[in-house]
Each structure stands twice: as structure tokens, then as C-alpha cells.
């Protein structure tokens, strides 16, 4: 990288002094003009004058040649184009050189006005040079040594101490120009190489951002876009680069949230926005993010529209899956709910055909009337609970609102529902004991439905055991309301405790399970702010339904 950099510099120094060069042509040709303008009279009587500036002529114009005919040969260096180059340089200087030793020979007066203005020239062409030769230190210095040295020489060899003095103020001046021109070349390598390596710097940037499979720019402190990657091969860079934020129509959407950003105090943002361009839909990720160092964003733009469908099929799918798993569920206490139906209805059945023989005896008694009456009213009411306990864990309430609940109406409809398959395995149940009503918060039919699971889950697992029973306990304390399921198994085993709440992982046997009770009961509650957890450290199976405590503080 720094050799390339340096390769880069050349290049860019040759390149300036091309530029340069061809601009100088007509400050030299100005002031021989004004030379002869000047000095007209010893021009015509002394044409000795012409030589040095017909040789600065032929040296500037074969300068020029080869920086414009063979520059590729110059910037590679080759030593022919070199040597030809450097003699331009040196021929250029000296002629002005020569031109001041014969205007200081044929005047014999260095201090008259043709002597002060010839004095001048040099002093001006000397200080012109170190910016034409700036960016090419050598040449630099060969003209300056070239025009001074001629000059130097007469005048600190004259015996004069007021002419030694000017010829010292001309070797004041070359080493003057010298260091000036050390210095003007080190600092146009500086801002050259700064601009280089900015230059590199936004040339990765650009390669990095265009290797992101999305759109990538940069917007500066004046909402235009400063950088744009080549995106859908350059399209989005056409269109956005150098244009303010929002001059592209179909993107008003994304350029709402650059502004309101811009605006914010926001260091980053992620949204997902949806555009419509050209009748073509699209959902777009977008990522903004303030530069530290500049008042600058960079926003990167990805399309989601394959995920975001992708998503929603997830969605329709985990739907789907959540109701074969209920109706899974539900299948399994089906020959349950049909017994705990069959005997009331039984029941009915036998009153009713009593009540019909009373009637055919022509016996009516009517306290053996009231009698049976009340019973298969009891037992209509019994039938009606089971029903509607079973439409509640049946229901879809994704959305329910949040309320306020009583523990027994969430626990009521699961022990209807499961009561005969619970007294068919002889299970003791313990149910948590209050004189006061019990109250949580949340989706009471959601959580109806997550404890039924856990519910029949348990009954599963003591079922075939010596010592059965299931427990459910509630605590609640100013932040959280716990429902406590324990039983009298023995526990999940370590080595699948972390995934017994994964989709599809069962330690049921075949078709006795679809694997996806606890995953969806998982996100049940957390959906509701909540938390369900299989509890360890303790010496049976304890799950606990834990929900934030929404009731007031002046309440609790």
C-alpha cells in the first residue's frame, strides 16, 4: 500500500509539473517582451542581447515539447527523455544568466537603471522557478544554480566592494530560493500524499461498500449523498450521488426516516420500511448510524421483502402449528370429556324415564318430582361447565387484552376438563387454599390454556407411578404473581433439561405428542411480559408460570 502510494505521488508530481510547465511558457515570454520593451536601444545596438533570450526561447519550448510529446517516457524515467530535460532546465537559466552578464558588460554601470532592472529580472525569474519546479526539486535547483552562477561569478570577482555586495545579495537569493524551493516541495508532497491517501482511503470504502449486498451511502451534513456503493450494478449511485436526501420520489419513505434521524439525538437506529416503485413493492432494512468524527450518516438499505414473506409464511405456520398441537391436546382428552358427559347424561337418561313411569302409574308425588327435576338440573349445569370449559381452551385469543383475573377461573376449566382422566389414575390433586380471592393479570384464556398443558403433561407423567398427586400453588409478591405446578415425579433429567422447551422435542412415545405444548406455552408467557420455567433444585417435577404484578400499589 505505501509503495503503491509512493508510485501514486510520482506520478502525480510529474503530473503537476506538466501542468505547471505549460502555464510558464507565458510569464517567460511576458517578461522577455517587457525586457526588450525596457531596453530597446541596447537591443538594437548590441545584438548580442538576442542570443540569451532566443536560447531561453529554444530551451523553454523544447522543455515544453518533451512534456507534451514524451511525458510517458519522462514519467518512466528513461535517461535519454531525462538528460534532454535537464538540459532544457539548464539552458532556460542560464540564458537568463547570460542575459544579466551582458547587460552588466555592456552598461559597465550596475547600478543605473538598466543594471537595477536586470538585477530584478533574475531575482524575479529565481523566486518564479521554486513554484513552476516545486513538485521537481532536482530541476528546481539546477535552473536556480544555472542562472545565478553566471552572475555570481562576475560580480564577486569585480574589485568593487559595492559590486561584490550585489553579488552576494544574487548568492543570498540563490540559497534563499533553494531553501524555498526544499520547502515548497516538501509540503506539495504532504498535500499531495494526504490527498492520495484519502484518495485510497475512499477507494476501500468504496470497495467495501460495494461488496454489501444492498444499497450503502453516505449522507454529509447537508443531507446530499456524498458516497453511494454500485448496488443493482450502479443504478441507486446514478441516480442518489451528489443529490439531496429525498429528491429520489419513491424512496419519500426512506428519506422521512433520514431526516427525522438527521434531526434526533439518536446515535443508531434499524427500521423496516415498505416502497412501492414503479407498481413494484419492496421492504427494505435500513441501518443508520452518525459518524463520530463528522456530522455525517451512513445508511445502508438491504431488501427484506423475501424475509418479510418468509416471515409471515413462519408466522401462518407457527399458527397452524399452535392449533394442531391444541387440537393434539385436545384429541387426548377426548375419551375423557366423552365419559365425563356419558354419566350425566346417563343420569338424565334414568330420571327421565322414572319421571315417565311416575306419569304412566298415574302416581304423582311431588317431592319425588322436585327431587329428580333438581338432579338433572345439576347435572345439565355439570354437562354445561364441561362444554364450556372445553370452548375456552379450544378458543384462538391471540387477541385478548390483558386483565385483571381470578385464580379460580383459570384452574376451574382444566379440572373440568381433566377431573374424570385424574380420578381414572387415582391421582391426588392439592389446590392452593385462600380466604381471599387469588387475582393476577394477563390473558386469562392464554393462560388457561398454558396450564392445561402443563396440567395433562403431569397427569402423563405419574400416571403409571406408585405415589401419584399434582399440586398447584400461587405466590405473589409485589412484582411477580406465580402459578406452581409440582408433581410426584422425580424430575426432568439434566441432559435434556435445556431443550425441553425446544419445538418438536418429546419424551413421549410415538404419536403420543407433537413436541410443541411447552415451546408454545414458552412464548405464551413471554409474550405477556412473562416467564415459564422448569424450576431445578427442587426434589420433583415444578413448573412455575410466572407473570408481572400489574395490580396498584395501594392495593397490594
Known sequence: ???????????????????????????????????????????????????????????????????????????????????????????????????????????????????????????????????????????????????????????????????????????????????????????????????????????????????????????????????????????????????????????????????????????????????????????????????????GIVVSLSVITELVETRKELRLQEARAQYSAKLASLGEMGAGIAHEINNPLTIIEGYSDMISKLVQNDVIDKETLLLVSEKISQTTVRITKIVKSLKTLAKNANSEPISRIDLKSIIEPCLEVSRQKIMGHDISLRLPVSKHEEVLYGREIQITQVLMNLLTNSIDAVSEMNEKWIEIDFIKDAVWCDILLKDSGPGVPEDIRERIMEPFFTTKGLNQGTGLGLSISKSIIENQGGELALLSGTNHTTFRIRLPNLEPIDTL
Request: glycine fraction near 8%.
Open 1 to 295: 500500500m505505501i509503495s503503491k502510494v509512493g508510485e501514486e505521488l510520482k506520478l502525480r508530481l510529474k503530473e503537476e509539473l506538466r501542468v505547471r510547465n505549460g502555464q510558464l511558457l507565458y510569464p517567460h515570454y511576458g517578461l522577455i517582451f517587457l525586457t526588450i520593451l525596457i531596453n530597446q536601444d541596447f537591443f538594437f545596438n548590441n545584438p548580442l542581447y538576442f542570443y540569451p533570450l532566443g536560447q531561453i526561447v529554444f530551451f523553454l519550448l523544447l522543455r515544453y515539447y518533451i512534456l507534451k510529446k514524451h511525458f510517458d517516457d519522462y514519467v518512466k524515467e528513461k535517461k535519454l527523455t531525462m538528460a534532454i530535460f535537464d538540459l532544457s532546465v539548464m539552458g532556460t537559466g542560464l540564458g537568463w544568466g547570460l542575459f544579466y552578464y551582458h547587460q552588466l558588460q555592456v552598461t559597465q554601470d550596475y547600478f543605473s537603471m538598466s543594471g537595477i532592472f536586470g538585477l530584478g529580472v533574475t531575482i524575479v525569474v529565481m523566486s518564479g522557478i521554486v513554484t513552476a519546479l516545486s513538485s521537481a526539486l532536482r530541476s528546481a535547483i539546477l535552473f536556480l544554480i544555472s542562472v545565478a552562477a553566471i552572475p555570481v561569478c562576475c560580480l564577486l570577482s569585480s574589485g568593487e566592494s559595492k559590486i561584490q555586495l550585489v553579488g552576494l545579495l544574487v548568492l543570498g537569493n540563490l540559497l534563499y530560493s533553494i531553501h524555498h524551493a526544499i520547502i515548497s516541495n516538501r509540503f506539495l508532497m504532504g498535500v499531495l500524499r494526504d490527498i492520495l491517501n484519502e484518495s485510497k482511503q475512499r477507494e476501500s470504502l468504496q470497495e467495501f461498500m460495494d461488496a454489501f449486498p444492498g444499497i450503502v451511502a453516505v449522507v454529509d451534513e447537508n443531507l446530499t449523498y456524498s458516497l453511494v456503493n454500485n448496488f443493482a450494478q450502479g443504478k441507486y449511485r446514478k441516480i442518489l450521488l451528489g443529490k439531496k436526501v429525498g429528491s429520489y420520489p419513491p424512496a419519500g419513505e426512506i428519506a422521512k426516516l433520514i431526516i427525522k434521524f438527521h434531526q434526533s439525538p439518536k446515535k443508531t437506529d434499524v427500521q423496516e420500511v415498505f416502497t412501492i416503485e414503479d407498481d413494484h413493492e419492496d421492504w427494505w432494512m435500513i441501518t443508520l448510524r452518525k459518524l463520530d468524527h463528522q456530522k
